[in-house]
Every structure is written in structure tokens, then in C-alpha cells.
């Protein structure tokens, strides 16, 4: 897996890049799935008057509010700040992030008319994107950046929804009984989320993480045969990009070996999955996970004897980065995330 010629000299030999190529590392590494954002105060000053796509659209913004977790917990990589679908905004999509929701799609997709009218998405979109991954990569040095799209399912989610649901009904409705709509919508978020990654790993960014958030709400011959292909295409074009790709999603114990297939080099596991069970099923790639979010409102030596546990478990993947099963839930504390970095990165190699 190349490196741009003038990558940070440190950069190849670190933890969470070795991790992800099931090498030897000095160190377990660590970084937490929206470890910048709410659970800040630095960042939630930072986003004062200024709605969410924009933040993410401000370069000098992004910079920052990805660097803030990296200085504050010393964490092994950065995820770029951004949204999976500032690219279909930046195609032209009507849509907004609403504080205390989530996405919101003014006119929702349902027929081919509707998939047609979107754009593919080229670099032209998206300079404010090239403009932050660089500047980012100058002031992270020796950590990796991690950069992400959302998959094609969980992405077909919010543009079929009109904004966050929990069955995924009108999405599913679509997949059943629409599958020319749907293989099209599928194509479409595929062609837009592998040229996003290449904007971000032409850039800098040293790894790719594609979001399949809301996968595990299909059944494993859905996902296989009406999703999976579509995430394969993003995920092999990430592959000829000289990046390793992670790839996770929620509530996918019975989907983790067909997420391993479609391309993964690490699979990001769930909270509810033990990473015992997870290996045997992810074959020959590195894991990543998969602390309980919640486990940061215990006390402090419960968590981290928690956390002992999720190490002790990687350690038959020969390829393990540490994280929550989940993102960070706003109201954790930051000090206690402090406190599970230092304790991870601390704990004894095998
Ligand atoms: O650490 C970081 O820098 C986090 C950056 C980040 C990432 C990786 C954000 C910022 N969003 C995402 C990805 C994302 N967005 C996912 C995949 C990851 C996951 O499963 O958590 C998903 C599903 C979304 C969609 C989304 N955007 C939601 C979920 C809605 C639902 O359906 O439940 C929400 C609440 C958002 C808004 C959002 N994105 C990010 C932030 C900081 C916020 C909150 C808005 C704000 O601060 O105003």
C-alpha cells in the first residue's frame, strides 16, 4: 500500500497504518468513530453560528475541528470532519443537516427521473475538500488520516427516507419491489462515494473508512444481493488507490464476513458483536473496535478493564484497531476518553 512520495517519514510506520496491514505495532492503536463534534466544548464554540454544511465546507473550520481530538486525547489517526452527504450537497442535492436530527433531503427520491437528475460528482465539486485533506495532512505530520464516505445503502437511506428512520421502509420498499430505481440509486451513490475517496486520498488522506451505518438492517441474502456489489465498486476503487479500507456498519454480526468480502482490509465491528465471534467470521483481515459508548459513563476501572477485554479478543485478528462500537455519544466526557486512550496505547503487547 504506497504513500505519496512526500509523506511524513513517520506516517508509514504508524500504529494504526501497521495495524491495518496486520503488521507488528509498537502499540495497540486507537482513535474513536465522531470524535470530534459534540462531546467538545473547544468544538462546540467553534460551530457558534454556523450550521453544520457550512462548517464542513469552511476549510480553516475543518482543519481545526478535526485536529481538536487529536491534540486533546493524542489519538493513533484523524477522521476528517465532514458528513456522508456533504457530496450529495455538493452535487446539488436540496438537502440540509438540522440540528438535533440529522440529514434532511427537501424532495426525496423514488423514480428513475429522480436518480437521473443527480449529478456524478467530479473534484470541480468539492476544492473546499482537497483544500482541508491537504492542510490537514501538513499539520498532522506522522498520524494518519482517516477519510470517509457513507456507503451506497446507508446513503440511499436518507435520499429514499427524505431524512433518519429506523425501518428503512420506503428505502427497503425501493430494493424490493423497484430493483431497476434501485440498482440505478445504487449505482449512482457508488460512481459519487469512490470519487469522493479519490478527491480525499489524491489529497493526503492515508486511509479510507466507508460508513454502512444502517447495513445490519438487512437480511444477509439482501445484503448480498442487492447492496453489496454496489459498496464492492467503492471499495475496489478505494483499493486502487494504495489506501487500506475499513468498512463498518451497525448491528451487522451476521454481515461481517460479506463486508469483509466486498473489499474490506479492516472490518469496523459493532459493540454487540464480541470480537471473538467477529474474527473467525472477517478471515484474514484486521478488525477494529468495539468498546460499548456507553461504558465511558462507568467508572473509570470498569471501562478500562472493559477495554482490557476488547484487546485481549483482537489479538487473534494479527490486526487490531481499538475503537467504540459506535460513534461517541455527545455527552460523554472527554476526560474519560482521555483516560481509555492512554490506557489502551499503555496497554502490554502481547
Ligand atoms: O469525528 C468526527 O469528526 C465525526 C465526523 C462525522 C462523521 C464520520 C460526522 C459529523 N458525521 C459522520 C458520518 C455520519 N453521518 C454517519 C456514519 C457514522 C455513524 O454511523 O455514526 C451517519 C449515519 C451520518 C448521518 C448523520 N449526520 C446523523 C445520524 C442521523 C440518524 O439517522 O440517526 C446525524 C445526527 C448527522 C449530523 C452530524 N454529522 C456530524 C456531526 C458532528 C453531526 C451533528 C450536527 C451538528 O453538530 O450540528
Given at each position: 500500500m504506497a504513500l505519496p512520495p512526500d509523506a511524513h517519514p513517520g506516517l508509514a510506520d504508524s500504529a494504526f497504518l501497521k495495524a491495518a496491514r496486520r503488521e507488528p505495532v509498537p502499540h495497540t492503536p486507537v482513535w474513536f468513530m465522531r470524535q470530534a463534534g459534540r462531546s467538545l466544548p473547544e468544538y462546540l464554540k467553534l460551530r457558534e453560528g454556523v450550521g453544520m454544511l457550512e462548517s464542513c465546507m469552511r476549510p480553516e473550520l475543518v482543519v481545526e475541528i478535526t485536529l481538536q481530538p487529536v491534540r486533546r486525547y493524542g489519538v493513533d489517526a484523524a477522521i476528517f470532519f465532514s458528513d456522508i452527504?456533504?457530496?450529495?450537497?455538493?452535487?446539488?442535492?436540496?438537502?440540509?443537516?438540522?440540528?438535533?436530527?440529522?440529514?434532511?433531503?427537501?424532495?426525496?427520491?423514488?423514480?428513475?427521473?429522480?436518480?437521473?437528475?443527480?449529478?456524478?460528482?467530479?473534484?470541480?465539486?468539492?476544492?473546499?475538500?482537497?483544500?482541508?485533506?491537504?492542510?490537514?495532512?501538513?499539520e498532522l505530520g506522522p498520524t494518519p488520516l482517516i477519510g470517509f464516505a457513507g456507503a451506497p445503502f446507508t446513503v440511499a437511506s436518507y435520499l429514499v427516507e427524505g431524512g433518519p428512520s429506523k425501518e428503512h421502509a420506503k428505502t427497503k420498499a425501493m430494493m424490493f419491489g423497484a430493483p431497476d430505481v434501485w440498482d440505478a440509486l445504487m449505482r449512482k451513490i457508488a460512481g459519487i462515494a469512490a470519487a469522493y475517496l479519490e478527491v480525499q486520498v489524491a489529497a493526503g488522506a492515508s486511509a479510507v473508512q466507508l460508513f454502512d451505518s444502517w447495513a445490519g438492517a438487512l437480511t444477509p441474502d439482501d445484503y448480498r444481493t442487492a447492496v453489496m456489489p454496489h459498496s464492492t465498486r467503492v471499495l475496489e476503487h478505494a483499493g486502487t488507490l494504495g489506501v487500506p479500507r475499513i468498512h463498518f456498519g451497525v448491528g451487522t454480526s451476521n454481515l461481517l464476513g460479506a463486508m469483509g468480502e466486498?473489499?474490506?482490509?479492516?472490518?469496523?465491528?459493532?459493540?454487540?458483536?464480541?470480537?471473538?465471534?467477529?474474527?473467525?467470521?472477517?478471515?484474514?483481515?484486521?478488525?477494529?473496535?468495539?468498546?460499548?459508548?456507553?461504558?465511558?459513563?462507568?467508572p473509570t476501572e470498569v471501562m478500562t478493564a472493559r477495554a482490557a477485554e476488547v484487546i485481549e479478543a483482537g489479538r487473534a485478528a494479527h490486526g487490531h484497531v481499538f475503537n467504540l462500537g459506535h460513534g461517541v455519544i455527545p455527552s460523554t466526557d472527554p476526560d474519560q476518553l482521555k483516560r481509555l486512550t492512554e490506557f489502551v496505547q499503555g496497554y502490554p503487547l502481547a
Open positions: 452527504v456533504l457530496p450529495l450537497k455538493a452535487v446539488g442535492v436540496d438537502l440540509d443537516i438540522v440540528a438535533g436530527v440529522g440529514p434532511v433531503v427537501a424532495l426525496p427520491v423514488r423514480t428513475l427521473a429522480d436518480v437521473e437528475a443527480i449529478p456524478d460528482l467530479t473534484p470541480d465539486h468539492v476544492p473546499f475538500i482537497s483544500e482541508a485533506v491537504a492542510g490537514l495532512v501538513a466486498a473489499g474490506a482490509d479492516v472490518v469496523g465491528v459493532d459493540w454487540r458483536t464480541p470480537l471473538s465471534t467477529a474474527i473467525p467470521q472477517v478471515g484474514e483481515r484486521a478488525v477494529q473496535g468495539n468498546l460499548d459508548p456507553t461504558l465511558v459513563f462507568a
